[in-house]
């Protein structure tokens, strides 16, 4: 966005351009559930998390999530997850992926079906933005209406994809199989149409990364990690 007047460097981030946050929780469909607009864009991703409503929420147990079930195959239980990346904490209702590069073969199994989950966030933003064009250049307009503008944004994507949803996939027009991050029958991931286009202005942002987590999740962690191991090594995905 065009830099706020007065706003000296509050809304300048680490890419040397100014912007505003959004802080989205998405679906598998690509729809966003939840939504934080408007920080200032020198926020960390994990800061502006944790002053977040649903940052707080989460921390204080007040979402209504679903209680624990036994994963498939064991005796463990498990709460149901949000997926992040580094940029935020491990929570026990919160997974990150470990830290580092030479990991062991089931951290970096871990690590890969959990970039597997992310896509649907990732192309959440992809969809969007390279739908709706206001967002090829900076914003030029006042604080309140960019951030109205990203929040009109985000109610049409869902508007779209859930009206579409009746529509046959071969007809589908603002989401078509191929503008998606998509598998085909033979295990060859697909990288969406929407990533070919022209570059975007919409910028991903990550900050530093936190490492703030408990005992409890990290043992929450690697049994997720064992059982997704399991997974791979029977062959069911």
């Known amino acids: ?5 007065k706003s000296g460097s509050r809304f300048h981030n680490y890419k040397g351009t100014f912007s505003i946050i959004l802080l989205a929780c998405v679906d598998a469909n690509y729809k966003f559930v939840l939504v934080d607009i408007g920080a200032e864009g020198h926020n960390s991703d994990g800061g502006v998390f944790k002053n977040s409503i649903f940052g707080q929420s989460l921390e204080k147990g007040t979402l209504d999530l679903p209680c624990p079930v036994e994963i498939p195959g064991t005796t463990k239980m498990l709460p149901f997850l949000f997926i992040g990346d580094e940029a935020f904490p491990l929570k026990s209702n919160l997974m990150r992926p470990y830290p580092g590069v030479a990991l062991s ?14 896509r649907c966030v990732e192309n959440a933003f992809g969809i969007m933005a390279s739908r709706f064009r206001i967002f090829r250049k900076s914003l030029v307009s006042s604080l309140e209406t960019s951030t109205f503008t990203v929040a009109t944004a985000v109610c049409l994507h869902n508007f779209i994809k859930s009206a579409e949803e009746e529509v046959p996939s071969c007809e589908r027009r603002y989401c078509s ?3 998606a991050y998509n598998m085909s029958p033979d295990g060859y991931i697909n990288d969406g149409r929407w990533r070919t286009e022209e570059a975007l202005a919409i910028n991903r942002l990550s900050h530093t990364g936190s490492n703030m987590y408990s005992h409890q999740a990290e043992e ?6 064992n059982y997704l191991t399991l997974v791979l090594h029977n062959n069911v995905f």
């Open 1 to 5: 966005m065009q830099a706020p007047p």
């Open 105 to 118: 073969k089931d951290k970096a199994i871990f690590n890969y079906r959990l970039s597997r989950a992310r």
């Open 177 to 179: 199989l191929d503008f």
């Open 220 to 225: 929450m962690r690697r049994t997720l990690q």
